[in-house]
């Protein structure tokens, strides 16, 4: 449980996020979404888990929202359709 923690947490910091170097500015969008809805969903079964336990669930919690904004970043997405279009 820790390790994975860890890692979600190195996740946050974008110090684990692995793209193909051959792919597309758009493809590694599709990939990020991707991995993102992932790990969200996966946080989420966590806190379940936890609440059935009668365990906090407060960091689970926080590092989902952070993957949750980060995911629906606006931004970032533009970004992506602006390096599309060059």
């Given at each position: 449980?820790?390790?994975?923690?860890?890692?979600?947490?190195?996740?946050?910091?974008?110090?684990?996020?692995?793209?193909?170097?051959e792919?597309?500015?758009?493809?590694?969008?599709?990939?990020?979404?991707?991995?993102?809805?992932?790990?969200?969903?996966?946080?989420?079964?966590?806190?379940?888990?936890?609440?059935?336990?009668?365990?906090?669930?407060?960091?689970?919690?926080?590092?989902?929202?952070?993957?949750?904004r980060?995911?629906?970043?606006?931004?970032?997405?533009?970004?992506?359709?602006?390096?599309?279009?060059?």
């Open positions: 449980m820790k390790l994975l923690i860890e890692n979600w947490q190195k996740f946050l910091n974008e110090d684990v996020v692995d793209f193909p170097s792919a597309t500015a758009s493809e590694r969008y599709k990939n990020y979404l991707m991995h993102m809805d992932s790990a969200i969903k996966q946080i989420k079964s966590l806190e379940e888990i936890f609440n059935r336990q009668g365990r906090t669930t407060e960091e689970l919690v926080q590092i989902r929202e952070s993957l949750e980060l995911r629906d970043d606006e931004t970032l997405k533009y970004d992506i359709e602006e390096e599309e279009k060059k």
